[in-house]
């Protein structure tokens, strides 16, 4: 009677132990489910992260300056030219006076005074008619010196309207304490300097944009008059010819400079003044 009683509590508990192993079975399936959707979470994040990183950047590629802004700035180059911003009306006649007319005549007394040959373009008007003394009168020079200055001149035009020179801003000083009595005295060399920054970058540049010119003209007429491309080393009439032109090109520029720095300057301290800046 012992026996089969210590049988079926022997089978009670191996019963209760199978039931406490069945139910702990589902809790452990239940975290690893868990887990997984965790990580389908954070997989699902990653991915969410890179979907709008890539969008991002394709708005990042699409803010790049169009087309139509380029556009507008070629207009804008354009019409430097074509409508210029003229402050002082009287500005581009005194320019063409002076480039035309001052600069070659100081570079022919140069040439007188320093007893130098004279330059290719001086060219007098009696030896279009030859030898006679009846017609060669006085002032021979004086065409050729506006036909070359005339040259000259649109080449200083041309880079004056590309460099905006013709604004207030490139004719004026910048932070100018005129009214002040005394302020101009108490200023430092440096910060003189600085007021024509504006002044001597906008000359800078226009001198930049008319030498280009020039250098460039001056090869077309080399071009049309060897009627082929010439260099160094080629002969000695070429390379003379050559030569010359460097000279006189390296004349002009230098000349031009002078000229129109000095009148620059002398104009930005007169359209400083309080006033010429109420006009």
Not at 9 to 21: G, I, T, V
Not at 111 to 139: Q, T
Not at 215 to 231: G, W
Request: proline share 5%; aromatic share 10%; net charge negative.
């Amino acid at each position: 009677m012992v026996a089969p009683l210590y049988m079926l509590l022997l089978q009670c508990a191996a019963l209760s132990a199978s039931s406490s192993a069945f139910q702990i079975a589902p809790s452990s399936l239940q975290r690893r489910t868990t887990s997984f959707h965790r990580c389908d979470k954070s997989w699902n994040r990653q991915s969410t992260t890179i979907f709008f990183a890539d969008s991002n950047d394709d708005k990042d590629e699409q803010s790049e300056p169009p087309q139509q802004l380029m556009d507008d700035d070629n207009s804008d180059l354009f019409q430097r030219f074509l409508s210029p911003k003229i402050d002082d009306p009287g500005l581009p006649l005194t320019d063409v006076l002076l480039s035309q007319i001052v600069a070659p005549t100081f570079q022919l007394y140069w040439v007188f005074i320093a007893h130098a040959p004279l330059p290719s373009w001086a060219r007098p008007i009696s030896s279009y008619f030859g030898e006679a003394a009846d017609l060669a009168p006085r002032g021979s020079l004086l065409a050729p010196t506006l036909i070359h200055g005339a040259g000259l001149a649109v080449c200083w035009l041309a880079g004056a309207l590309a460099a905006k020179s013709f604004e207030r801003d490139a004719f004026t000083l910048t932070n100018n304490n005129y009214d002040d009595e005394n302020s101009g005295n108490n200023l430092s060399i440096g910060e003189k300097i600085r007021q024509y920054d504006t002044v001597l970058l906008r000359l800078f540049q226009a001198g930049a944009f008319a030498c280009g010119i020039l250098i460039v003209s001056t090869q077309v007429d080399l071009l049309l008059e060897f009627k082929r491309y010439v260099q160094f080393g080629e002969s000695e009439e070429t390379d003379f010819r050559l030569l010359l032109a460097s000279v006189e090109v390296i004349n002009d520029i230098f000349f031009e400079a002078v000229v129109l720095s000095s009148w620059r300057i002398l104009h930005a301290n007169f359209m400083s003044t309080p006033t010429n800046l109420t006009r």
